[in-house]
């Protein structure tokens, strides 16, 4: 065999493992960006539909109303929720600069990104430059983090406080990794591909920052103009529902929870608290509609980000993997395009069950860590909740019994959080050790 044969194999083997990484990204879907509306833009087009939306209003004021009468029948005055308002977002001042402190080195993500992009061209090690680059950005994810868990702790910021902080922690790092991620490529297989790639300017970065997704594109659909009228109608309904979600919690599970710890409970008690606010699973429901719809139009609409498909039908699921697909778009995007499509590449070929479990599991992950930390607890009840919908998925396959398990298990997980909440500040441990801290004070409060 000649040397030019033996170098032509040797060729063909290097590009064999690309081709084929190549036909297997070839099998996903593609995330294409365009002009919608969200669903339940589209849906209130109906009048049946529209009817449902207009009783809202009326709904709010009833309860603001009995909120209100039972204040002042109890105390002298009405105080609309705003109690538990003020200790949820304590130190909300805080909490903006610590927001600002976070913002400072995700900026710096897309500088860093520059140089190396700029130096990798003339570098002779780009195996070890493009390891020092990942180095740094690890460190960067490492640093966000501890800084913002710490910075929760030691300025005592209330849990909607601490919420905010980490839900903002997780999207800067989301999208750091969503533009690394996308534009990376480009300039490793710049040999391969034959091409000249260039970085993308600051302003598509700062714009990415805001926009209403996790998918980084150099472009995105834009409206013609801002239409403030919707912005003020989410600005009121995001209003709304916060002021109803105080009080809905404080005449529900606070009310009869608050005393956790300086008294005993029994067991039937907490049954019958489940049981009875039930619905109270709607709130769930109102949360959707917040976050998901109403915060998510009017950011849309004040960036002129006219792509709002942030949901979909999430009401006629069967099982858990298509709910989350359909209730948050805007992390399921993320999930798919830059884990499930790297796993099912380069970890798990074909494997599709296998990943959809590290998917379930780094999703309740996540939002246990956010919990956790605002809450002041360790209950990693969305992990505990998940793998209960994954052992039990052959039995859960119908969209009556997903719905019942919704509502009852919003009930429960609410129950929980609650107990576990004013356990901890009605038996506070002095000098706690690190498993004293870990454990359910709920159970032997």
């Known amino acids: 065999m000649s040397t030019k044969d033996h170098n032509s194999m040797q060729q063909e083997a290097r590009h064999e493992p690309s081709e084929e990484k190549d036909n297997l990204e070839k099998k996903f879907i593609h995330k294409t960006f365009q002009a919608r509306n969200s669903l339940m833009t589209d849906l209130m087009k ?57 913002f400072l080195p995700t900026l710096c993500v897309y500088y860093g990104f520059l140089f190396w992009a700029q130096k990798r061209i003339r570098m002779q090690y780009k195996y070890l430059w493009d390891r020092t680059f990942l180095a740094f950005f690890l460190f960067y994810v490492t640093g966000m983090c501890c800084f913002s868990t710490r910075m929760v702790f030691v300025n005592n910021l209330g849990p909607a406080s601490s919420m905010a902080v980490m839900i903002e922690m997780v999207r800067f790092i989301m999208k750091s990794y969503a533009y690394i991620r996308t534009n990376c490529p480009k300039f490793i297989n710049k040999e391969k591909d034959g091409t000249d790639p260039i970085c993308p300017t600051f302003s598509r970065f700062w714009y990415f920052l805001f926009a209403p997704t996790l998918v980084y594109r150099d472009v995105y659909p834009r409206s013609i103009g801002i239409r403030w009228s919707m912005v003020a109608t989410g600005i009121a309904e995001i209003v709304s529902v916060v002021f109803f979600g105080s009080v809905a919690l404080e005449n529900t599970y606070v009310y009869h929870l608050k005393d956790y710890g300086l008294r005993s409970y029994s067991v039937l008690e907490i049954i019958t608290l489940i049981i009875q606010y039930f619905p109270a699973g709607l709130f769930g429901y109102f949360l959707f509609h917040c976050f998901c719809h109403s915060y998510m ?42 884990v499930y499509k790297d796993l099912y590449v380069y970890v798990f070929p074909e494997r599709k069950y296998m990943i959809k479990l590290v998917m379930l599991i780094l999703n309740a992950t996540v939002h246990d860590l956010i919990i956790c930390v605002s809450c002041r607890h360790f209950l990693p009840l969305f992990l505990f909740n998940y793998t209960f919908i994954v052992v039990t998925r052959n039995i859960l396959n119908s969209n009556k019994v997903w719905l019942c398990l919704l509502g009852s298990g919003a009930s429960f997980l609410n129950v929980l959080l609650v107990m576990e909440y004013y356990a901890r500040i009605n038996c506070p441990i002095h000098n706690a050790t690190i498993l004293e801290n870990i454990k359910p004070r709920f159970l032997y409060c």
């Open 46 to 102: 109906d009048k049946n539909a529209k009817t449902l939306y207009n009783v809202w209003p009326g709904f709010f004021l009833c309860t603001m109303l009995y909120s209100a009468l039972k204040d002042y029948e109890c105390e002298g005055r009405p105080y609309f929720g705003t109690r538990l308002l003020k200790s949820a977002f304590l130190h909300f001042d805080f909490a903006l600069m610590i927001w600002f402190y976070m």
């Open 297 to 338: 139009n009017t950011t849309a609409e004040l960036l002129t980000f006219s792509d709002r498909l942030f949901y979909k039908d999430w009401w006629t699921t069967n099982n858990a993997y298509e709910f989350l697909a359909k209730w948050n778009i805007f992390v399921f995007d993320w999930l798919y395009i830059y």
